[in-house]
């Protein structure tokens, strides 16, 4: 019996060449296409004709370009109240929902339904609500608020805040459901056996929830970071990268100068830093939080 | 712990019904103001609409005088999707059976080198694959896009599909050899049958991605013929821009498939999601 699994996990009977056409297709664009892209950043590439390799140049002269410059803080100034934030609501939201009985389900499809829409669609209305003539500064007047009207998404000290809200607004819904899971998975007694020793509502969310939810915290922070860093849709439906540029995240940028600008070279290396930056921030996290989680239980 | 009516739990009740009325807003202003005038959706944003006119949507469908076809594109991302999650399932389980059955270190090599694929971000590696499929003339084509697809989402359907193999007794396919059916059949007719669970999986999150991505429907299909809803909504807002009912009935028009799917299928999607694996 033993000898037959043995031959069975040996894998005589499934042929081997039965993973081809899924390992070409993930080499290819895992692998082989991401380093030659790689090898573009350190060229003079212009999408047709010869080309050469001239080492660090595009990455000089992205650190000396004031609108690289801004794209690459964008990228962090979106991506870090963005994680925060949408930890901060979907846990709000999940603990909300956790003893409602009624509505508990219609309130969750409603909450999580920005999630699975095209964000190139839905962030038109927000360009619509931010709209100099728009719903926002119409509200403002109303509320004797005028000196607060500006040109929401034209205002460059706005701008990149209101494309911050409408990323919240679309994915914590996200975070929502990753906390409800977490939720889900305590078990009541815990907080019965808590409520019978007299902790308070407070104590037990501290130590019974708070804890217990790491898993949930771990895979809410991977997700959002990776979410935030990688922005592309909001800023093209929103801003556009305007004004004067100022409004790009890496993703746009590399997108603004490969197809718009024919820098092929040049929007490579900004692809270059943007995956350096996602891949190193989500090892590291993986690895940060997983040790957290391990070391709170 | 569940004393339902208290003023406690009174007052939470309203504060979430706020809380929903203010996050709502946004699908209240899109569903109002497509069926207003578009001088009506500037001096009547909030209202209801005064009288409802359907010419945005009418617009839109017949083209926006934009050019900008909205059953085609509605058409072209079907396609799209479609062709890309048939080759994604069919050669995605097929190397998971194959890495579940397969044990050694070569196997758990590849297991690792997919789970890579899904963490390293997949921008760098576009512009290689445009040019190259530019080059075979598959650029600004349904099919091109199709193959982008399946090799960008392959590590991730891969990746799903292994642990579950992995997890099948081998003893099904024992019995089934027992019986002489060969290693497809019993591939086809007991194995990936069990695996239904994990199939919707993939094609709704795989769905999700394609459906909605934008990156790369720009890239490889603006201004062709088989542009997608996403990029169709691009295009048509820079140039009709401030004519939010068209704009917005095109959204809805854009939006609706996907969300009919929701409505079927929203608990599966939220379990898919909070496990945290994204294509």
């Not at chain 1, 000396?64 to 990228?75: E, F, G, M, Q, Y």
């Not at chain 1, 815990?190 to 037990?204: T, V």
């Not at chain 2, 945005?56 to 058409?75: H, P, V």
């Not at chain 2, 479609?82 to 090599?109: D, E, M, P, Q, T």
Request: aromatic share 14%; net charge positive; hydrophobic share 50%.
């Amino acid at each position: 019996m033993t000898s037959k699994k043995k031959k069975w996990k040996g894998g005589v009977q499934v042929p081997w060449y039965i993973i081809i056409p899924g390992l070409v297709c993930s080499l290819t664009a895992h692998f082989i296409a991401p380093i030659r892209g790689a090898m573009y950043a350190f060229t003079d590439f212009k999408g047709v004709g010869e080309y050469n390799y001239i080492g660090f140049t595009n990455f000089i002269n992205i650190f000396k370009s004031k609108a690289d410059v801004a794209a690459i803080l964008n990228t962090f100034k979106i991506a870090v109240p963005f994680v925060i934030l949408t930890l901060f609501f979907g846990l709000l939201l999940a603990l909300a929902l956790k003893d409602v009985i009624k509505s508990r389900n219609i309130l969750r499809a409603i909450y999580f339904s920005p999630v699975v829409m095209i964000p190139m669609a839905v962030s038109q209305v927000w360009k619509f609500i931010f709209d100099y003539d728009g719903p926002l500064n119409i509200l403002l007047n109303h509320l004797g608020l005028s000196e607060l009207t500006t040109n929401w998404l034209g205002n460059l000290d706005t701008a990149i805040w209101c494309v911050l809200v409408v990323l919240v607004w679309q994915n914590m819904g996200y975070t929502m459901v990753i906390f409800n899971a977490g939720l889900e998975s305590i078990p009541t007694d815990l907080y019965e056996a808590a409520a019978i020793d007299g902790a308070s509502s407070w104590k037990r969310f501290r130590h019974i929830t708070l804890p217990l939810l790491a898993p949930s915290f771990t895979i809410a922070v991977v997700m959002m970071t990776i979410t935030g860093l990688r922005v592309f849709d909001q800023i093209m439906s929103l801003t556009g990268g305007g004004p004067v540029n100022m409004t790009h995240t890496l993703a746009s940028d590399f997108y603004y100068q490969t197809w718009n600008k024919f820098r092929y070279g040049y929007g490579s290396a900004l692809a270059l830093i943007l995956t350096a930056l996602i891949s190193v921030i989500g090892i590291l996290q993986v690895v940060v939080l997983q040790k957290k989680e391990d070391s709170v239980r | 712990m569940n004393r339902r009516y208290t003023y406690k739990s009174f007052l939470r009740g309203v504060l979430m019904v706020l809380i929903t009325i203010v996050f709502a807003i946004p699908f209240y202003l899109i569903i109002t103001n497509s069926l207003k005038t578009t001088s009506e959706t500037y001096s009547n944003p909030f209202g209801l609409p005064k009288q409802i006119v359907v010419d945005a949507f009418r617009q839109t469908l017949s083209g926006a005088g934009q050019n900008a076809n909205f059953i085609a594109g509605l058409g072209n991302s079907l396609a799209i999707t479609a062709g890309s999650i048939v080759l994604l399932i069919i050669f995605g389980s097929l190397a998971a059976y194959c890495l579940a059955r397969h044990a050694g270190k070569l196997s758990n090599l590849l297991y690792m080198f997919f789970l890579i694929g899904i963490i390293i971000p997949s921008q760098l590696g576009i512009l290689p694959m445009y040019i190259v499929l530019r080059r075979v003339g598959l650029a600004g084509n349904i099919l091109g896009c199709i193959i982008l697809y399946t090799c960008k989402q392959m590590p991730f359907t891969i990746f799903l599909y292994t642990g579950f193999f992995r997890a099948l007794p081998i003893g099904y396919e024992e019995a089934a050899a027992v019986d002489g059916s060969n290693w497809f059949q019993t591939f086809w007719r007991i194995i990936l049958p069990q695996m239904n669970i994990i199939t919707g999986t993939a094609v709704l999150m795989n769905t999700l991605y394609i459906w909605n991505d934008t990156f790369d429907q720009l890239v490889f299909l603006s201004g062709s013929k088989a542009s997608t809803l996403p990029v169709l909504i691009y295009n048509l807002t820079i140039a009709i821009t401030a004519r939010w009912n068209e704009i917005f009935a095109a959204v809805i028009i854009s939006l609706l498939p996907i969300i009919i799917l929701y409505l079927f299928t929203q608990k599966a999607m939220m379990t898919s999601m909070a496990g945290g694996l994204k294509g």
